[in-house]
T-cell receptor, first 114, second 115 residues
Framework: DGGITQSPKYLFRKEGQNVTLSCEQNLNHDAMYWYRQDPGQGLRLIYYSQIVNDFQKGDIAEGYSVSREKKESFPLTVTSAQKNPTAFYLC?????????????FGQGTRLTVV | GESVGLHLPTLSVQEGDNSIINCAYSNSASDYFIWYKQESGKGPQFIIDIRSNMDKRQGQRVTVLLNKTVKHLSLQIAATQPGDSAVYFCAEKGAGGTSYGKLTFGQGTILTVHP
């Protein structure tokens, strides 16, 4: 089946640890995105990538890092520099090009700091 | 800027009524404006989009209106059903340069449909 897969679904992190969230898509989409969602709030853009080996900071990139070594993969690392990482993290992908507006989202990873 | 601490506005309607959800956007250079629906615990799903050179677009039971003069976007849902209960977000897609393809979400609205 084609789609976008995030793993794990739930993740627990001790304070001071780095953790990496996985995002894989087999839709052959050029663009990939990471968003953070806090309870009762909207989606805030962390990073996005338009092409392999390139990515751009979003509105809240501090304390996060990404890589885009393969078209189908866009992992997000939450570093110890992120002071309040507990949130719901969503990955998305889309086709780049005129008229292509639909982004496909994964099921999300819920990260909790313990 | 960040919206930490702000909570989403809510809209409650009766089944069968029409719903209107509003959104103010900030970037006049955006190429497309899009509406997404998010059900609890899931990722958002695409509903409908409108290009910046249009002012109205209709889909199945939904209509999106764009007023560029006041930077306002609205989603109208006809004959609202309980299954429409969700959080609705507007989003903007960047037009060019490093913002090409950048997808930024606005504040959402919680829609509750009562049977």
């Amino acid at each position: 089946d084609g789609g976008i897969t995030q793993s794990p679904k739930y993740l627990f992190r001790k304070e001071g640890q780095n953790v990496t969230l996985s995002c894989e898509q087999n839709l052959n989409h050029d663009a990939m995105y990471w968003y953070r969602q806090d309870p009762g709030q909207g989606l805030r853009l962390i990073y996005y990538s338009q092409i392999v080996n390139d990515f751009q900071k979003g509105d809240i990139a501090e304390g996060y890092s990404v890589s885009r070594e393969k078209k189908e993969s866009f992992p997000l690392t939450v570093t110890s520099a992120q002071k309040n990482p507990t949130a719901f993290y969503l990955c998305a992908s889309s086709i780049l090009g005129p008229g292509h507006t639909e982004a496909f989202f994964g099921q999300g990873t819920r990260l909790t700091v313990v | 800027g960040e919206s930490v601490g702000l909570h989403l506005p809510t809209l409650s309607v009766q089944e069968g009524d029409n719903s209107i959800i509003n959104c103010a956007y900030s970037n006049s250079a955006s190429d497309y404006f899009i509406w997404y629906k998010q059900e609890s615990g899931k990722g958002p799903q695409f509903i409908i989009d409108i290009r910046s050179n249009m002012d109205k677009r209709q889909g199945q039971r939904v209509t999106v209106l764009l007023n560029k003069t006041v930077k306002h976007l609205s989603l109208q849902i006809a004959a609202t059903q309980p299954g429409d209960s969700a959080v609705y977000f507007c989003a903007e897609k960047g037009a060019g340069g490093t913002s090409y393809g950048k997808l930024t979400f606005g504040q959402g609205t919680i829609l509750t449909v009562h049977p």
